[in-house]
């Protein structure tokens, strides 16, 4: 479970004990999910992992075969419409359609809850995904990141509460992503629950307050990207720049743990080291080195912990 | 999480759902958006004007072909080469422009945004065959009712009640398509399947059909050679037959909306059940019955 507070009207989602399976495949294994409003909650997990299947189930698109969910305090079986008004989705591998513009997009979709946008609130929707100077060209001739923004755009168009974004970077250049993290990061400011989807643990650790760790149709660990850190991994390491090969033995001789890195030493140390100590080794040693670095670990550090691999382009690697 | 009105456990979208009139707004929003998309398609652009240069080119060729010296021929005649044009390019034109009309959106993932809004599958279904009839609209009027009007304003209006009475005829049989192309995009999981089917289709109802019949005709001892000073006939079955068929019934309709006595270069007899009456029922119920059939098929599918 993502949150501790349970407080029905500070969780955007509320889903307990959900199931789904394909015959014999449980794609969803009894997943717990608790989500407070206004978090960018990240569903990281590799692929295959039941992520999309779950938000699925939260959308209210697929049926779970049991368990049960509330979004935004209301059932997703039985409120089904009233849930469709406040939620935004952009789905996994949406592409626009080709021989419409950015602006008639919106315009078609905003007519699909019955509105009809006016001058500056069109202007606003552009201004939100940066997409205003591209809001007259044909969707087949923007670029991957901009497809993506429209597809943000329309997830925005009725004006959501709570928005589901499954997958919204894969295939995107670094630059690309880094913009569309932008907009996500705008999302939250605009005091919207965002849930993401993914398989790029930097992208979890950079936009998400909750991660939840999904591997095989389970939740295998949730919190805070630093409530992680601080439960699953108990090492830090502390890099001693351009100290050589010498200095590496001499760490050694003093007791150190500690392995070279070209050029560089990285001590490992324990959570429950005391710091201080360790420094005092490094000072007594008497060794010439260009800097100190202390490096924390990251969340693909608790990934390994926790799933024993690592994720490498969507797939689970030992 | 178990609705009792739930056709299918697993279909997207629509299991929650509850029933409610059809938001015509919605609609209206849906139909735009297929309309613009189809005027901007280049193969349905180029379609169409096809569609109306041959139409002129017909009527204008036709007269040196009857034997008149070259011009514009009369409109009651020239109706029957505009409606063999009609009866091949209108089925492809609505087959074209509707075979990916679900199954494209299920491919690019769009249909699950649009499942996502506020919206109902029939106002998808419903949105969809009325934008793309609306293209419909405009390329058979374009194609048949502007040579129509080049035509009478170099023969005179004689016959224009029936000219009116064919291009209602005209749209209905290229609505026919449009509903049966939206039901094998309904009924497919891609979009080459689709085409495939939809290509599969014309071939059979406007080449493969008459050939099968002609085939059983002449098995079962019949003839297709005219009896000299006899108006030419044939059994009431193969008419009957092709009542069946859209591209068979339009033909008919077309020489009864015209008051023909003959088609095609020799005189026909067409037997008193295949009137307007029957033949745009025909036509009609090919308009109806596969998009609702498609939208039935929608509405329990899992996408």
């Known amino acids: 479970m993502s949150a501790t507070v349970e407080d ?14 394909y015959g014999d495949l449980r794609a969803v294994d009894g997943l717990d999910l608790l ?3 206004g978090i960018i909650l990240a569903l990281l997990g ?24 509330k979004v935004l305090g209301q059932d997703i079986t039985r409120s089904y419409e009233e849930i469709r008004q406040v939620v935004g989705i952009l789905p996994q591998d949406f592409e626009p359609f080709d021989r419409l513009t950015p602006r008639e997009h919106i315009r078609y979709f905003a007519g699909l809850f019955g509105r009809s946008l006016g001058k500056e609130e069109m202007a606003q929707i552009l201004a939100s995904v940066s997409l205003q100077d591209r809001a007259d060209v044909h969707a087949r001739k923007l670029s991957g990141g901009e497809k993506r923004k429209l597809g943000i755009a329309l997830a925005l168009v ?50 998400a307050d909750e991660v939840s760790i999904m591997v095989r149709g389970k939740i295998v660990a949730s919190g805070s990207p630093a409530s992680l850190l601080d439960e699953y991994t108990d090492t830090k390491d502390i890099r001693l720049v351009g100290v050589g090969s010498e200095g590496l033995s001499t760490l050694i001789e003093r007791g150190l743990t500690a392995t070279s890195d070209g050029e560089d030493v990285v001590i490992q140390t324990a959570a429950t080291d005391d710091l201080s100590t360790v420094l005092g080794h490094i000072s007594q040693a008497g060794l010439a080195f260009r800097d100190v670095i202390t490096e924390r670990p990251s969340l693909e550090d608790v990934f390994l912990t926790i799933v024993g691999a690592r994720i490498e382009e969507g797939e689970l690697k030992p | 999480m178990r609705p009792s009105d739930s056709p299918r456990r697993d279909s997207f979208g629509v299991q929650f759902a509850r029933r409610r009139p059809v938001d015509l707004r919605v609609v209206w929003a849906l ?45 009651l005649e020239t109706v029957v080469g505009m409606t063999a044009i009609a009866q091949i390019l209108i089925p492809i034109l609505g087959l074209m422009i509707s075979y990916a009309a679900v199954v ?11 499942l996502s809004m506020p919206i109902t599958r029939l106002e998808t279904i419903l949105g969809k065959f009325l934008g793309l009839g609306a293209v419909m609209l405009a390329a058979v009027l374009s194609g048949l009712g502007i040579g129509g009007i080049v035509i009478m304003a170099f023969t005179g209006t004689e016959g224009w009640e029936n000219f009116i009475v064919f291009l209602l005829g005209a749209v209905v049989f290229a609505l026919a398509f449009l509903s049966i192309g939206l039901l094998l995009s309904s009924l497919t999981k891609r979009r080459g399947i689709a085409m495939g089917l939809a290509v599969f289709v014309w071939f059979f109802l406007a080449l493969l059909f008459n050939l099968v019949l002609g085939g059983v005709l002449v098995a079962s001892g019949g003839s297709f050679l005219p009896v000299p000073g006899e108006p ?15 591209v068979e019934a339009f033909s008919y309709f077309a020489v009864r909306a015209f008051g023909l006595g003959g088609a095609f270069g020799f005189p026909i007899e067409l037997p008193e059940f295949v009137s307007i009456g029957t033949t745009g029922l025909s036509m ?4 109806l019955v596969p998009v609702t059939l498609a939208f039935w098929r929608f509405r329990r599918q899992d996408l």
């Open chain 2, 232 to 246: 030419f006939t044939l059994p009431d079955w193969f008419y009957a037959a092709g009542l069946f068929n859209p």
């Open chain 2, 284 to 287: 009609a119920l090919w308009a």
């Open chain 1, 8 to 21: 029905a009207s500070t969780l955007a989602i509320e889903a307990r004990g959900l199931v789904k399976t």
């Open chain 2, 104 to 114: 494209g959106e299920k491919e690019r993932g769009s249909i699950l945004l649009l």
């Open chain 1, 35 to 37: 989500v407070p409003k």
């Open chain 1, 46 to 69: 590799p692929n295959g992992a039941g992520k999309t299947t779950t938000v699925e189930i939260l959308e209210g698109l697929r049926q779970s075969t049991s368990g049960s969910a």
């Open chain 1, 158 to 207: 009725g004006n959501p509460q709570l928005v589901f974004l499954d997958e919204p970077t894969t295939g995107l250049d670094p630059a690309a992503r880094r913009e569309l993290w932008r907009v996500i990061e705008e999302l939250r400011r605009e005091g919207r629950t965002v849930v993401l989807t993914t398989h790029y643990i930097e992208e979890a650790e950079a936009l």
């Open chain 2, 31 to 75: 139909l735009k958006k297929e309309f613009l998309d189809s005027v901007r398609n280049r193969w349905i652009i180029a379609l169409s004007a096809i569609f109306i240069v041959l139409t002129l080119v017909v009527s204008y060729f036709g007269a040196a072909q009857a034997g008149g010296g070259t011009g514009f021929q009369g409109l």
